[in-house]
């Protein structure tokens, strides 16, 4: 019996295993369960990113798939992961806000909100802006029930879909590759009383996770 190895057991292997499951691909999941960067990623879909203010490279097609995607999950699983949210970008000085106003023609598609003062955020005299269409992912939830849902899976041979993310760019048949990987650091805080709601983009980012808790990197 052919079945599909899938190397790799955070985002992107699931992501492969329900794209599999829905064709009735028989696959099973090789690899270590628990850690890697699925297990502490902050799921932040941000449409437009950087200094620069630059919109990611084919997110309005890539999103629009995503958001489809995790709702037919959702659907077979009966939990929400995915949380559309507008990403609030703080302006950290003048000159910032005047590279917005120069770039806001060609960032229309997502200029939601625009602020001259953001308050209750430091720094948030020089204003803000929304962006739409973004939102986050509860990956680590959205990981584990996936693995629970497919189980063990088969045994059998056939073909190999390496998902193991940085760990496969340093080792393994990827490994001659060039790569630029970047180290993150995240944290989970709580701040009593605090009661921001939206995500907040000034440098780093804070995701607002409810009951006084926040995600920060």
Known sequence: MMVVEIRGCGLAGVCVGWWLWRRGVEFCFVGERGRGASWAAAGLMNPVTGKGMNVSWETGRFLGEAKRFYREVEAELGREYFRE???????????????????????????????????????????????????????????????????????????????????????GPFSFLPTRLAKGEILTLRGPGWGEERILNRGGWVIPLGEDLYRVG
């Open 85 to 171: 949210s507008g990403v609030l970008r703080v302006f950290r000085s003048g000159e910032e806000r005047e590279k917005f106003a120069g770039k806001r023609g060609e960032l229309a598609e997502w200029v939601g909100d625009e602020f001259e003062e953001v308050e209750g955020v430091k720094g948030g005299e020089f204003g803000g802006v929304c962006w739409e269409g973004g939102g986050w992912l509860g990956v680590r939830d959205f990981v584990r029930d996936s693995l629970a849902f497919f189980g063990e899976g088969a045994s059998g041979e056939g073909p190999v879909v390496f998902c193991e993310g940085a760990k496969g760019l340093r080792e």
